[in-house]
């Protein structure tokens, strides 16, 4: 009799949040069904019978665990919309950081004023709004699509679209260079899941080398290509710390929710 | 005579407030007592008990401890709150109504 092996498939497929929730959930399910065995053993049943007659009585685990995910659903979506709210301002932050620090060196080695940056304010939002959204969206689509690559690349196409289209609208002679940072950053994080060291770095070079062929110079200062790169991948290194980071603290959900990347 | 399921999950949370107002129980004797005094007709899945007691529970009408039984087995009781006893004074009332309008219609309808 696989009491155990009935209550982990519930604890499992539930979702519940919290380790202290689900272990009590756990305790309190395995107590019922020791139970339930005791009384149909001491009917005389036979071993198969009795498993029988326990799943039978008990119930399926799908439909159990269907029951537990919606009576906890709100605490589930809160705590979501808070970990991706966590997730967002401080992946923001660090490419805000990573970028500035870059433009920084940028000033310094070409000898001009850092205030020149302000002048181009706009667009190092769109393009730090852009880098953020393409690594977030990329990460979102392994979490929600954790088995197959074809569908994890759907929220970054979808946003990518949505986000061309607004570029396009609001910033028309600027919009190349958001999109390709946006392109960096999520194909630079679907590269940081193979195994092999730094080829998540052709991630990040890739779409700006298709960019620079398409479009030509895009910005002043596009003779340092190479500057680009390197803030978009230590950007890239950043948030792939960061969600490391998450991962650890917010460990009891990602431990049970089968939403590790396989592909 | 087997009730239709959908009637049985709708009736399940009346149940539970019901039993739960004579004294304190665990999971599995709520489903034995259901059972005792429905002569073993009031019969559902008993896995799917549980999260309806954690949806009372949420709402704030039952409270939860767990304890020693006297075989030595720690067991979750589940008892209910002053908001418990009000809801359950309040489904019982319903379910009453209910249950006189569905046998006025029928009476006529036999009539």
Redesign the interface.
């Known amino acids: 009799m696989h009491l155990d092996r009935i209550v982990s498939r519930i604890i499992l497929l539930a979702k519940l949040p919290g380790n202290d929730r689900r272990a009590e959930v756990a305790e309190e399910l395995r107590t019922h069904l020791e139970d339930l065995a005791e009384e149909v053993q001491s009917q005389g049943y036979d071993e198969e019978a009795l498993d029988r007659i326990v799943r039978m009585r008990f119930g399926e685990a799908e439909e159990i665990a269907g029951a537990f995910t919606s009576v906890y659903a709100p605490e589930r979506l809160a705590k979501l919309i808070l970990q991706s709210a966590m997730f967002v301002t401080a992946s923001t932050m660090a490419v805000v950081v990573v970028i500035g620090g870059v433009q920084l060196i940028a000033a310094i080695c070409t000898a001009t004023s850092v205030v020149s940056i302000w002048r181009g304010i706009h667009r190092e939002v769109f393009g730090i709004g852009a880098v953020t959204a393409g690594y977030c969206s990329a990460y979102a689509g392994e979490r929600i699509f954790p088995t197959s690559l074809a569908k994890a690349v759907l929220p970054s196409v979808t946003l990518g679209l949505w986000l061309g289209a607004l570029f396009g609208w609001l910033v028309p002679q600027h919009a190349a260079l958001p999109l390709a940072a946006f392109a960096c950053a999520a194909s630079g994080r679907l590269l940081q899941r193979v195994k092999i060291p730094f080829v998540w770095f052709a991630g990040t070079a890739v779409p700006l080398l298709i960019a620079w062929a398409l479009f030509g110079p895009l910005i002043s200062g596009w003779q340092f290509p190479w500057l680009v790169w390197l803030g978009l991948t230590v950007s890239c290194k950043a948030l792939r710390e960061i969600v490391r980071l998450l991962e650890r603290v917010f460990v009891e959900d990602f431990d049970y929710s089968e939403n590790t990347a396989k592909f | 005579m087997p009730f239709d399921r959908e009637l049985l999950k709708g009736s399940i949370a009346l149940l539970i407030l019901k039993l739960l107002s004579e004294r304190d129980m665990?999971?599995?004797e709520i489903i034995q007592e259901s059972l005792r005094r429905s002569q073993d007709a009031f019969e559902f899945?008993?896995?799917?008990l549980?999260?309806?007691l954690?949806?009372l529970h949420?709402r704030g009408y039952l409270h939860s401890e767990w304890r020693t039984g006297n075989n030595g087995?720690?067991?979750?009781y589940y008892g209910l709150t002053a908001a418990g006893r009000k809801a359950a004074r309040r489904s019982e009332q319903e379910w009453l109504s209910f249950t006189k309008v569905v046998k006025a219609i029928l009476s006529k309808a036999k009539a």
Do not use: D, F, S, V
């Open positions: 665990y999971g599995y899945k008993e896995g799917t549980y999260p309806a954690h949806q949420k087995k720690q067991r979750k």
